[in-house]
């Protein structure tokens, strides 16, 4: 990715991380702004989690029982005022930290100097710019080094220069004791952020009560070969060739459930202590060090969609430009895809804070939804790529953060609702916020929610089909086991003996009622019966994989489950819940009823869920679903939102369509404007960017070229090239992944597959050592071949995979063994 010139607004910057701190890059020639984030840095406190309620304690069961009252007696509006009566306020807002500024003084304003050039490589994951004429050259790197846990920014003149090095903040700062080459400083986050879309009198508060918001410490320490003088601001440096600056910060973040800790001290000891040890190393052992740590997780894979070189000598924004008006740049598409990857490494790491939605980089104190945890979809869609794109590591901030979520929404499912197990709504935030959103008058399209943690603790089930990774199943177990008790005691039996829910949305659409004005609270939306069958259906096949390793509690008893009587009630409620169904006019029915949709081209596609991420919507086993889910897809338009189409990409690819998923790509990869396309830097837009676009974009592109999400009679499917576009005629892939610990390589030309091969993982050398495992594996067990049938197009073969050894597949190999047959 590469510029001709500074970037004008913070969408042109370009993004660094390293999981933790965020940096967007703007690379300017007078004034250089990096602009910095940390992922623990919230607004509020614990207690914001209890949210500002509208009901007496105790009384949300009757509310409810009251809107179901109203459903059943068809007041939709009586309903919808009911659900608004649970609402109890918002999440809070992810922060920006501080800008690092490197001035020049004395060059021009808006000077754009000869042999500008501004740039991203997403192999090392380090940006740069470079200006000037020979003899007068300066460049500029910078990365987040994981390894170092600092921001790295170090500048080469090839003549002296001088240069003023400074830190601000929108938040209050205190400075600390620096020294000569060292500036220190805290910054204390609000207490409280309203939304944007709020119209609060004091939208933003702080307190300087201890325990009532985060402070963070901010190191900056500068190494030059030039003379050093401290200042409020930062740092002058005089008469320098070459200048690092070493930056990092250190919250007091201690959990969801724990106040911030406040003690300063032990936050600017821990900071300098980060920045004193990097300092000792030279920028080039902080570089390699860094490019091999973000290399050992993006270089796993590989992508070739073939092109034409010249078009790399594009500037990104006119490459994408182009190829909106003319197409034929499908390493444009790579590119994209890889940027996701990119995207991931950079905001999501194991021990960090889950993606916001917009990863780890925002700008604003007031961000667009608060920049928080959206969980009917666009948390979800941040982490699909994590196990298909080979990331699996990568998910752990959202299976660790999880646990908290249950606990908080534990309290709401018993005092709302009065459930057992654990319930999320559509927000969530640092202090894992599990309330209904909304200050009393929030549409209900987007407060009554209550099936995000359903949602969420299929994640749980996902990590384990592309890992195997047993121990931690066993670990988050209780999580599944909460979502689904929820689940069961938020089902009610329908009129026809079925059961269902009520009140149900399908998120953030509406309906046309009786009155002829928009509704959105229904009973049983086919979104709400897809999770609830998701997450029961994932709750038993966790129980087949964990039996006799480990010992499974009930969290809301702290006994251990009857495994027989809690498969035999799961059971029975799946058995019980209607499926998908095609409507008259064709489309697959997201109401109960056959309704009026208010919005026919919205952006969500909830109703779809059992194609995509569910899988048991499919074009072999129930082709007439697949085509009213097709024709669902037809009607909502080719227009909408950056992350809608990118979930529209996968859902085209799971019904095999790979011309329509050509054009998905094409309207992604467009220039942002109407809500949707890239900006500059290849941000998805929504507006203003968020983070999902980009990733359930890298999702998407996995599930054009392979997918192994269909058991049948116990023998994984494994499809190649099941939606390739048309103008993806020659190619390559290296290193995608598939359910059951599968890794596929692929080459295909003119359309054709030339050759795959399937690497079943190796198995774990050590088993013993994990406490999980509590039963003997006979070793034979562990030698059996994995069955799998590989599918090309209509053509199949049956490969037993070995654990570690490559299984080779052409396509004259499928055609002559089914020829035999």
Not at 802 to 817: S, Y
């Amino acid at each position: 990715m590469h510029d001709d010139r500074p970037a004008d607004l913070w969408t042109d910057a370009l993004p660094l991380g390293n999981g933790r701190l965020g940096a967007m890059c703007f690379g300017g020639v007078r004034r250089d702004r990096f602009q910095v984030n940390d992922d623990t840095c919230w607004s509020g406190s614990p207690a914001t989690a209890s949210g500002r309620p509208l009901l007496a304690p105790g009384e949300g069961p009757e509310v409810v029982r009251a809107a179901r009252e109203a459903l059943a007696e068809g007041d939709v509006r009586r309903a919808e005022q009911l659900a608004q009566r649970l609402q109890h306020g918002h999440t809070q807002a992810y922060q920006p930290l501080v800008d690092l500024v490197v001035e020049q003084p004395g060059r021009a304003e808006d000077e754009v100097p000869p042999g500008y050039r501004r740039w991203l490589d997403l192999g090392e994951a380090v940006a740069g710019h470079r200006f000037g004429e020979v003899g007068e050259r300066t460049e500029q790197q910078a990365f987040v080094s994981a390894p170092a846990g600092v921001l790295v920014v170090h500048r080469t003149s090839e003549v002296p220069v001088d240069l003023l090095v400074r830190v601000t903040s929108p938040h209050p700062v205190v400075l600390a004791p620096g020294d000569v080459d060292l500036w220190a400083g805290t910054v204390r986050m609000p207490s409280h952020v309203y939304p944007p879309h709020e119209d609060a009198a004091e939208p933003v508060a702080y307190d300087d009560d201890p325990g009532a918001s985060i402070t963070a410490a901010v190191v900056m320490r500068v190494v030059t070969d030039g003379a050093l003088r401290v200042r409020d601001d930062g740092l002058t440096v005089h008469g320098a060739r070459e200048v690092t600056v070493l930056l990092t910060s250190v919250s007091d973040y201690a959990g969801a459930m724990r106040p911030p800790h406040g003690d300063i001290g032990k936050l600017l000891r821990r900071a300098r202590g980060t920045v004193a040890a990097a300092a000792e190393q030279s920028v080039e052992r902080l570089r390699a060090d860094h490019v091999a740590d973000h290399a050992a997780l993006f270089d796993r894979v590989a992508l070739d969609l073939g092109g034409n070189p010249g078009h790399d000598a594009l500037t990104t924004d006119s490459r994408v430009a182009r190829h909106a008006v003319m197409g034929g740049d499908p390493a444009l598409a790579a590119m994209l895809f890889q940027y996701g990857r990119y995207l991931m490494i950079a905001g999501s790491r194991p021990g960090t804070m889950p993606m916001t939605l917009q990863g780890i980089w925002n700008e604003d104190v007031r961000p667009a939804w608060s920049s928080a945890y959206t969980t009917n979809i666009n948390l979800e869609m941040a982490y699909w790529p994590a196990g298909p794109a080979n990331l699996a590591e990568c998910a752990e901030p959202l299976l660790g953060w999880l646990p908290g979520v249950a606990a908080s929404g534990a309290a709401t499912a018993r005092e709302l609702y009065g459930a057992r197990g654990w319930t999320a709504h559509h927000n969530s935030d640092a202090w894992a916020f599990t309330l209904p959103a909304g200050e009393g008058d929030g549409d209900p399209s987007w407060t009554a929610w209550p099936l995000g943690g359903a949602w969420l603790a299929q994640h749980v089930w996902e990590h384990f089909e592309f890992t195997g990774d047993t121990a931690a199943l066993g670990r988050a177990w209780p999580l599944l086991h909460g979502a689904a008790r929820f689940c069961l005691d938020w089902l009610v039996e329908q009129p026809d003996g079925s059961l269902g829910t009520s009140p149900a949305t399908s998120p953030e659409n509406h309906f046309v009622a009786d009155d002829g004005a928009p509704a959105a609270v229904s009973t049983s939306t086919t979104s709400d019966l897809a999770l609830v069958r998701g997450v029961l259906e994932c709750t038993l096949a966790s129980l087949d994989a964990l039996e006799d390793c480990v010992e499974h509690i009930d969290p809301d008893t702290d006994q251990p489950v009857d495994v027989d009587a809690w498969r035999a009630e799961v059971g029975a409620a799946l058995r019980r819940l209607p499926g998908e169904r095609a409507m008259p006019d064709g489309r697959l029915a997201e109401w109960s009823q056959d309704l009026v949709d208010a919005e026919p081209e919205h952006r969500h596609t909830s109703h779809l869920i059992g194609v995509f991420p569910g899988g048991w919507v499919h074009p072999d086993t129930t082709p007439d679903l697949a085509k009213a889910a097709a024709a669902t897809l037809d009607a909502r338009g080719p227009r909408s939102t950056g992350w809608a189409l990118a979930w529209r990409l996968a859902l085209r690819a799971r019904l095999h369509d790979g011309a329509g998923a050509e054009e998905l790509v094409h309207a992604l990869l467009a220039p942002a404007g109407d809500g949707a396309g890239v900006y500059r830097n290849l941000f998805s837009a929504h507006p203003p960017f968020q983070v999902d676009g980009n990733l359930g974009f890298t999702a998407g592109v996995v599930e054009m070229l392979v997918q192994g999400h269909r058991v049948v009679d116990g023998v994984r499917e494994v499809h190649l090239l099941p939606a390739l576009p048309p103008g993806w005629r020659d190619g390559s892939v290296r290193g995608l992944r598939v359910r059951g610990g599968i890794t596929v390589d692929m080459t295909w030309a003119e359309g054709e597959l030339v050759q795959a091969t399937l690497t079943a993982d190796a198995e774990p050398d050590a088993r013993e050592e994990d406490e999980a495992f509590d039963a003997d594996v006979p070793a034979d067990d562990l030698d059996d071949a994995m069955p799998v049938v590989v599918r090309c197009g209509s053509l199949r073969t049956a490969l037993g995979l070995r654990p570690g050894e490559p299984a080779v597949v052409t396509l004259a190999t499928v055609g002559d063994i089914l020829a035999a047959r």
